[in-house]
């Protein structure tokens, strides 16, 4: 495990990998896709266009501090309805196999470009908030 991953509470680094080994996942797929297309499928832009948002976003990993927040009376929910709200980021979701149900991170928000902002001042824009 790198140093910059064990920083994170246990339940948080979970997150991360599982987060990552999705991603691994899923290229691994579209490698997959590719390589069984022929080639002039592969000339075309959509043919190459994975739709996937685990490819290339951003993370943002929030570690909550609960005892500030109520000190200084803030409502975490305010502050990730605010950050999940902003065009080009989601939050994270963890899909349980048991109940298969998906549930969205009040931690973790993948950021991804947009048509009128890339993702590294999305990200930024949300940080100067925080």
Known sequence: MSESLARFKKETQEKIIQWANEAKLSCENLDEALDSQDE?????????????WALDPFLIVIEWNDATLLQRQVIKA?????????????PFTDNNNISNVATPSDSIFTVMDTRTSPKNQIAADVLDYL
Do not use: K, M, R
């Open 40 to 52: 002039a499928l592969n000339s075309q832009d959509e043919a190459l266009d994975p739709q996937d």
């Open 78 to 90: 305010n502050i990730t309805n605010f950050i999940a709200g902003v065009n080009g980021v989601q």
